[in-house]
């Protein structure tokens, strides 16, 4: 089963063990079901077995301001009270040094539409920080490369939608050359740019770009002069 961050269904993919197909015996039967919004819902087979199931809310991490767990919340509950959560935020070049940008799908919670970095998101309770970056990354731009945590920072952004964005966000690097394949259900479009082409379009459009990015951008424009120049 796979859940969008806010919890809705958006995949169930599975084979149940027992139920043979009669005229081939070593195929199991299967069935996926897309884009199923209803917090419950059922799954009715050719052979009448009828399965339902019940979506939940994810669950994020509540932090204090030194990254210490204090408990979970559900996702919209922890960003319409505007609770400290850990989440991450990746950041990709290629080798020559450019940026890869992703421009958020319009229908996210917040920030639709907007530039920002490679990914960004929320570990699930339990997940190793640098796992689920890697994770979401590849659910997000379709490939999976080292990622490598460089820094940490607290920022808070409340949003015209009344949510609010209150992280301990921990921020990672990493180097691809390849094809991004992105997911049209999470990222309208992806580009390269250069440093100081961003820099620039985050004078000049400042509204097209995401809050964080903003925040984030000049301490990783630190860590690539280090790097790439």
């Avoid at 809310?57 to 990254?67: A, G, P, S, T």
């Avoid at 999976?144 to 920022?155: G, H, P, S």
């Avoid at 984030?216 to 790439?228: D, M, Q, R, S, T």
């Amino acid at each position: 089963m796979l859940l969008e961050p806010s919890g809705r269904v958006i995949m169930v993919r599975f084979l149940f063990g027992g139920a043979r197909n009669e005229g081939n015996p070593n195929i199991l039967y299967s069935c996926t079901v897309i884009a199923v919004a209803a917090d419950t819902y059922s799954v009715n087979y050719n052979d009448g077995v009828l399965l339902t199931f019940v979506t939940m809310e994810q669950q994020l991490i509540l932090v204090n301001e030194k990254d210490e767990m204090t408990g979970t919340g559900g996702k919209m509950e922890v960003h319409q009270k505007g609770l400290l959560h850990r989440a991450f935020s990746v950041f990709v070049f290629n080798s020559k040094g450019e940026m890869l940008l992703q421009q958020r799908a319009i229908n996210k919670y917040h920030s639709g539409g907007l530039w920002t970095n490679a990914c960004c998101s929320l570990p699930n309770p339990g997940e190793e920080i640098q796992d689920a970056a890697k994770r979401r990354l590849k659910e997000e731009l379709g490939f999976e490369i080292l990622v490598v945590k460089r820094f940490d920072f607290v920022y808070k952004a409340n949003f015209e939608n009344g949510l609010t964005e209150y992280e301990f966000d921990h921020v990672f690097t990493g180097e691809y050359d390849g094809r991004v394949n992105f997911n049209k259900e999470e990222v309208m479009d992806v580009c390269y740019k250069t440093m100081e082409d961003i820099r620039d379009a985050l004078k000049t459009d400042p509204q097209g770009y995401t809050a964080w990015f903003h925040l984030a951008f000049p301490k990783i424009e630190k860590w690539w002069k280090e790097k790439y120049s």
